[in-house]
């Protein structure tokens, strides 16, 4: 009996421990599940905490990571280097470097190129009149797409259309240039004419071409030379939709109308009549802002007026083309460095840039507001050039009118060097530039 009783007393003394050792390991275990859920929190937090950092780090690396932006561009260098460095300045900061580069034959470059984003360009800079060929080719992409329009609400509206193909604005307009009425101040007597019926007359009395001494003296069988006239009278060489307008009645009068000027114009060749002018042999020219370097090589004493002060017998003043130097941004590049191309955009239109290029290189800024600069003002030729952009037709940005310049000088030439009969040549080179245009297609 005092076996049992030891016995039960040992496997009672056995339970009461395993109970406590149990109820030991329940709390162990709870607090370990508390521990571990606290841990875990706390993990979590610094994971998040970690992640976020990581995450700003990222950002701020990527926001300020230097981008380089490359420009083609087949211009005048000095130009270029102007631009590169004022854009440059501005956006050191963003750590955007933009380097132009001169391509020669640049449009053939950009149809190798213009979908490389290994090889080509990331923006060009080039006239306007080839927007049409590159926007078909689908290489850009529209500016609207990269910068807002408010960007661009000081710039000449002229200088919009031109960087505009079939609704869609494909460059940002820097500067332009147009014919002007160049003259020597030495050689002109009395006040200028404000008409062309006035100019014409003062032509009559001042020409003598048996001694060789003019008036005035154009490229009168030049298409881009005559264009005013035939703008001015409403007609045209092509229109916006690439039909030829060559027998146009407007054009056809426009051309007759010229004629007369062109009899007391010298041959109307490009050496002849700068040579007349440079040699003080001729009072006035109409040129461009291209000649004016060998004019004060000359040492002429050259005064400027717009042509758009010239009034036709129809009202309207003489309407020359207008030529627009603009940048564009390649689809590619708008792909992978959208951010730097706005600034790059937004930065080409500020008014200091275009004061910046009116004063170390004559162009006529496309922003309106750099002619508030008091030295700008004071630039003869960039102010007319300003003027002129009233009546300016921007030079026919579509493919086709590559086609047109030979159908429209052959014209000029039968009627102003062969006597032609103006109608029966106008029908004849219609016809030719309609083949012409079509070849293209």
């Given at each position: 009996?005092k076996?049992?009783?030891?016995?039960?007393?040992?496997?009672?003394?056995?339970?009461?421990?395993?109970?406590?050792?149990?109820?030991?390991?329940?709390?162990?275990?709870?607090?370990?599940?508390?521990?571990?859920?606290?841990?875990a929190?706390?993990?979590?937090?610094?994971?998040t905490?970690?992640?976020?950092?990581?995450?700003?780090?990222?950002?701020?690396?990527?926001?300020?990571?230097?981008?380089?932006?490359?420009?083609?561009?087949?211009?005048?260098?000095?130009?270029?280097?102007?631009i590169?460095?004022y854009?440059?300045n501005?956006?050191?900061?963003?750590k955007?470097?933009?380097?132009?580069e001169?391509?020669?034959?640049?449009?053939d470059?950009l149809?190798?190129?213009?979908?490389?984003?290994?090889?080509?360009?990331?923006?060009?800079?080039?006239?306007?009149?080839?927007?049409?060929?590159?926007?078909?080719?689908?290489?850009?992409?529209?500016?609207?797409?990269?910068?807002?329009?408010?960007?661009?609400?000081?710039?000449?509206?002229m200088?919009?259309?031109?960087?505009?193909?079939?609704?869609?604005?494909?460059?940002?307009?820097?500067?332009?240039?147009?014919?002007?009425?160049?003259y020597?101040?030495d050689l002109w007597?009395?006040?200028?004419?404000?008409?062309t019926?006035?100019?014409?007359?003062?032509?009559?009395?001042?020409?003598d071409?048996?001694?060789?001494?003019?008036?005035?003296?154009n490229?009168?069988?030049?298409?881009?030379?005559?264009?005013?006239?035939?703008?001015?009278?409403g007609?045209?060489?092509?229109?916006?939709?690439?039909?030829a307008?060559?027998?146009?009645?407007?054009?056809?009068?426009?051309?007759?109308?010229?004629?007369k000027?062109?009899?007391?114009?010298?041959?109307?060749?490009?050496?002849?009549v700068?040579?007349l002018?440079?040699e003080?042999?001729?009072?006035?020219?109409?040129?461009?802002?291209?000649?004016?370097?060998?004019?004060?090589?000359?040492?002429?004493n050259?005064g400027?007026?717009?042509?758009?002060?010239?009034?036709?017998?129809n009202?309207?003043?003489?309407?020359?083309?207008?030529?627009?130097?603009?940048?564009?941004?390649?689809?590619?590049?708008v792909?992978?460095?959208?951010?730097?191309?706005?600034?790059?955009?937004?930065?080409?239109?500020?008014?200091?840039?275009?004061?910046?290029?009116?004063?170390?290189?004559?162009?006529?800024?496309?922003?309106?507001?750099?002619?508030?600069?008091?030295?700008?003002?004071?630039?003869?030729?960039?102010?007319?050039?300003?003027?002129?952009a009233?009546s300016?037709?921007?030079?026919?940005?579509?493919?086709?009118?590559?086609?047109?310049?030979?159908?429209?000088?052959?014209?000029?030439?039968?009627?102003?060097?062969?006597?032609?009969?103006?109608?029966?040549?106008?029908?004849?080179?219609?016809?030719?530039?309609?083949?012409?245009?079509?070849?293209?297609?």
């Amino acid at each position: 009996m005092k076996k049992r009783r030891s016995f039960a007393l040992c496997l009672a003394l056995i339970l009461i421990v395993g109970s406590l050792a149990g109820c030991g390991k329940k709390n162990s275990i709870k607090n370990t599940s508390s521990n571990s859920k606290n841990n875990a929190v706390e993990a979590t937090t610094d994971d998040t905490s970690t992640d976020q950092t990581k995450e700003a780090d990222e950002q701020t690396t990527e926001e300020t990571k230097p981008v380089s932006i490359t420009v083609w561009h087949d211009g005048n260098e000095a130009i270029m280097q102007t631009i590169q460095d004022y854009i440059n300045n501005k956006l050191v900061e963003d750590k955007i470097t933009v380097t132009f580069e001169k391509k020669t034959g640049l449009t053939d470059q950009l149809k190798l190129y213009g979908n490389d984003s290994n090889n080509g360009p990331d923006m060009y800079f080039y006239a306007h009149d080839s927007l049409g060929m590159f926007a078909e080719m689908g290489i850009l992409s529209p500016v609207t797409d990269v910068v807002d329009t408010s960007a661009m609400s000081d710039l000449l509206p002229m200088t919009v259309d031109a960087c505009t193909y079939k609704d869609t604005q494909y460059m940002i307009p820097v500067y332009f240039e147009t014919l002007l009425f160049m003259y020597n101040k030495d050689l002109w007597e009395g006040d200028m004419p404000t008409t062309t019926d006035g100019l014409y007359d003062y032509m009559v009395a001042h020409t003598d071409t048996k001694v060789g001494t003019y008036a005035v003296v154009n490229q009168h069988s030049t298409a881009y030379n005559v264009a005013p006239y035939i703008n001015g009278f409403g007609g045209y060489i092509i229109d916006k939709d690439a039909k030829a307008g060559l027998n146009e009645q407007a054009t056809k009068d426009a051309i007759t109308y010229n004629k007369k000027f062109a009899d007391l114009e010298a041959d109307g060749d490009y050496n002849t009549v700068t040579t007349l002018f440079n040699e003080s042999k001729a009072a006035a020219i109409i040129g461009g802002p291209w000649l004016v370097s060998g004019i004060n090589d000359a040492g002429i004493n050259l005064g400027i007026k717009s042509l758009a002060s010239f009034t036709l017998p129809n009202g309207n003043a003489l309407a020359p083309y207008s030529g627009v130097q603009g940048i564009g941004a390649l689809k590619h590049a708008v792909d992978s460095k959208k951010e730097a191309l706005a600034k790059v955009l937004t930065a080409i239109t500020d008014k200091d840039l275009g004061i910046a290029l009116a004063k170390t290189a004559n162009c006529a800024p496309a922003n309106t507001t750099s002619y508030d600069d008091a030295e700008v003002a004071a630039n003869e030729m960039v102010v007319a050039m300003k003027e002129t952009a009233a009546s300016a037709v921007p030079m026919p940005n579509i493919p086709e009118m590559s086609a047109m310049w030979g159908p429209t000088e052959s014209l000029l030439a039968a009627v102003n060097k062969s006597g032609e009969d103006v109608n029966k040549a106008a029908d004849t080179y219609q016809e030719n530039a309609i083949t012409a245009i079509k070849d293209m297609q």
